[in-house]
């Protein structure tokens, strides 16, 4: 037997990683399967190039939890190790890594969530376990070995009477980390972190019921049997070619990732890339419509088919973080912190693929199936608008395939939207405007009026319209965009035409006197000359104010406290229309107070801006005007 001082100039380094570590303590069981699977996926290789001669056979990974004795065994098949191996591999490799981890995070733990970066994978052990032992017999024709340490430098290595080729780890259970020798807490971190590793992995046995025979009596019992209870898929979807996968074999895996989704989702992109970097994956287009809330259920990054987290923030676009799925990349630089990680080279080459290979997904659905790409609008434009507006790539080939819906459900594409536009909708000045709408209800009544016009009006309502309008039209110079009830229709689009007031200019400031007497100091009082069969009194909102009001709320705007400043409106009063007129005709102050609050009530209520005690009092008085 030997034994021996771990080479390292840290004393007792065990608490150290425990303590570094605590946090994620529970990947200690990630990375020793990991380390499991990579020795078996080498002896493969080593068999296909004929430098091993042994049978591969059909390995799996066992996961054993002895409750009573206080012990977990990982149990793998691979290449084993020779006690020579052992002395150079986890006495001396290991541990050169585990001072970089140190010295990197002596000053802070805050970006040591994964501890294999740094080659510490199996010293991960020592988290949870007060004792651990290696029985590992190599498949060189060598005897086997056993290492024990217990969790301070001083180890021992000695021979084993181990037959079989593979590694066994046995960890003896911290009176701290007991909660690991419950079944269910390792099926849990099982199905978490190793759900789709390459090897089979067994973590005890089920029972299964064969099928009934043909020709089975009546009274025929089905058998049972017992069976291995593999915990993983081998072989998931991502790792296979698109050609090898039908729509029903994308929608079966959305339901593996997300048992507990039950929406299915739009569509989904397959990832496929192996240079300037190797990367696979499929993100899936779940229904989304305005909600732009936080997600349950987020997108994987694994690693050769080991989970590593679910934080996939800098390797994928933010806009695309909406989505669901998975990433694998062994580019990935894993061992470097969040700042280093957006900052490096790889990742940002990484997070362009994916942006370009989004964008020529979605322009191919709509090219294929405009129909369908329609239909499915509305929940996904939320994604393609905030793509817009956070990624200059995205943006460049979005013209292609973002769609402007009317009010009446006819979708266009920008260029499609300013040939339509052009002949009805350019003003005197040559600028072609853009009406839309927020809300089809609410601004119902401007909607209509623009209609009767001839005009189109599109359904803009996403949160963030706002700042993509504004994009949009610093892109486009010759492009304005609307609010269909910013201002009464004449001077939404202004042509050439003016109107002929039927007052004249001394008329009209004495109506302005005396309408200024009733209406509230929120509303800026402003007469036009208008058709005489339109509304006499409507209310708008300056689209300029609004708008950066808007953007201010939902995050930039460039106007500092836009968002608290109070609603500001104009009460357009049409000087051709009777009721205007009759107030500057009425020498009654009081009928002349009723007149105006009631004209005012009503355009109020027009915008759903009649609410409360004012609406009270406006029912009131029109239930006494029809007595």
């Known amino acids: 037997m030997t034994t021996g001082k771990i080479n390292v100039s840290v004393e007792n380094i065990f608490p150290l990683i425990k303590k570094f570590l605590y946090s994620d303590h529970e990947i200690f069981l990630r990375e020793l399967v990991s380390n499991g699977t990579d020795a078996t996926l080498k002896l493969k290789h080593l068999i296909s190039i004929g430098e091993a001669k042994v049978e591969y056979g059909n390995p799996v990974i066992e996961i054993k939890v002895d409750k009573e004795g206080k012990k977990i065994h990982i149990i793998d098949q691979g290449l084993g190790m020779t006690a020579d191996e052992v002395e150079k591999y986890i006495n001396q490799v290991a541990f050169s890594g585990a001072e970089e981890f140190l010295d990197k995070y002596k000053d802070s733990a805050k970006d040591s969530g994964i501890i294999g970066h740094f080659g510490l994978g199996f010293y991960s052990a020592f988290m949870v376990a007060e004792k651990v032992e290696i029985i590992t017999k190599s498949y060189k024709d060598e005897p086997a070995a056993h290492w024990t340490c217990d969790g301070s430098p001083e180890f021992t290595l000695e021979p084993a009477d181990k037959t079989s080729r593979g590694t066994e780890i046995i960890l003896h259970v911290a009176e701290d980390s007991l909660e690991f020798l419950e079944d269910s807490k390792i099926a849990g971190l099982l199905n978490k972190y190793n759900k789709f590793m390459p090897i089979p992995i067994k973590f005890g046995t089920k029972t299964e019921t064969l099928p009934k025979p043909e020709d089975a009596p009546e009274d025929y019992i089905n058998e049972t049997v017992e069976v291995d209870n593999i915990i993983n898929n081998p072989n998931p979807a991502w790792t ?361 009530d009503l355009a109020k209520l027009s915008q759903n801006l009649l609410k409360g005690e004012a609406l009270t009092a406006f029912v009131k008085r029109s239930f006494e005007m029809i007595k």
Not at 289 to 305: A, P, R, V
Not at 378 to 386: F, M, Q, R, S, T
Not at 390 to 399: M, P, Q, V, W
């Open 240 to 600: 296979k070619q698109p050609s090898e996968l039908s729509e029903e074999d994308y929608k079966n895996f959305y339901r593996e990732l997300y048992p507990m989704q039950f929406e299915e989702p739009l569509f989904n992109i397959h990832l496929n890339v192996d240079y300037p970097f190797n990367l696979t994956g499929i993100l899936y287009f779940p229904k989304l419509g305005t909600d732009m809330q936080i997600q349950k259920d987020k997108i994987q990054l694994y690693q050769n088919q080991v989970y590593v987290t679910d934080n996939v923030e800098g390797i994928v676009p933010e806009f695309l973080t909406m989505l669901k799925g998975v990433i694998d990349s062994p580019d990935i630089p894993l061992n470097v912190s969040r700042s280093g990680l957006q900052a490096d080279g790889a990742v940002k080459k990484i997070s362009n693929y994916i942006t370009r290979k989004v964008a020529d997904k979605l322009k191919a659905l709509f090219s294929e199936n405009r129909a369908d790409f329609e239909a499915k609008w509305n929940d996904i434009k939320i994604v393609l608008e905030y793509g817009m507006l956070s990624e200059d790539k995205f943006y460049e080939k979005a013209g292609a395939f973002v769609l402007y819906p009317t009010v009446d459900d006819t979708y266009f594409t920008l260029e499609e939207l300013k040939e339509k536009l052009k002949e009805n909708q350019t003003d005197k000045d040559g600028k072609l405007v853009v009406l839309y709408a927020g809300n089809k209800d609410a601004q119902h009544s401007y909607i209509e009026t623009a209609k009767e016009k001839g005009y189109e009006v599109l359904l803009l309502d996403s949160p963030i319209i706002s700042h993509l309008i504004q994009k949009i039209e610093g892109d486009n110079k010759d492009v304005t965009f609307v609010r269909v009830d910013s201002d009464h229709i004449d001077n939404l689009i202004k042509k050439d035409e003016n109107t002929i007031s039927k007052l004249s200019d001394e008329e009209k400031e004495t109506l302005k006197t005396s309408l200024e007497a009733y209406i509230p100091k929120a509303y800026s009082v402003q007469l036009e000359a208008m058709d005489s069969q339109a509304a006499p009194f409507i209310i708008t909102q300056p689209e300029f104010m609004r708008r950066m009001k808007e953007m201010s709320q939902s995050g930039g705007g460039g106007m500092f406290g836009m968002g608290n400043m109070p609603e500001m409106y104009n009460l357009v009063v049409n000087t051709n229309s009777d009721l205007a007129t009759s107030i500057l005709n009425t020498e009654d102050k009081t009928h002349q107070e009723h007149l105006v609050k009631q004209a005012l």
